[in-house]
């Protein structure tokens, strides 16, 4: 069982930076998809972006240019670095694993970025 951990969230202001870290208490080399989902309050989680063991990266149409996602199997970490934020990306962010490719089976505890216009 691995366990993810998510640091680097906090308040900044629009137009800014933040880059989350996801750290797992094992080895994330052989988990198939890492990824980092987000939850806004009074709304649906959704999908922000992922990674395969391949290095392939999927991202939410709202991110893309603007988030990249990256993996370290070497130091089992997952970052997102979230650049040109807006106060819609505020939300609570959570790392997830999906080890065999048939849906998320192991999730963080979250960390919350608040974007202020």
């Known amino acids: 069982q691995v366990q993810l951990v998510e640091s680097g969230g906090g308040l900044v202001q629009s137009g800014e930076s933040l880059r989350l870290t996801c750290a797992a208490s094992?080895?994330?080399?052989?988990?198939?998809?890492m990824g980092w989902y987000r939850q806004a309050p009074g709304r649906r989680r959704e999908l922000v972006a992922d990674?395969?063991?391949?290095?392939?990266?999927n991202y939410a149409d709202s991110v893309k240019g603007r988030f990249t996602i990256a993996r370290d199997n070497a130091k089992n970490t997952v970052h997102l670095q979230m650049n040109s934020l807006k106060p819609e990306d505020t939300a609570v962010y959570t790392c997830?694993?999906?080890?065999?490719?048939?849906?998320?089976?192991?999730w963080g505890k979250g960390t919350r970025v608040t974007v202020s216009s």
């Open positions: 997830v694993g999906d080890s065999e490719g048939y849906g998320v089976d192991y």
């Open positions: 094992g080895s994330i080399s052989g988990i198939y998809r």
């Open positions: 990674i395969s063991s391949g290095g392939g990266t």
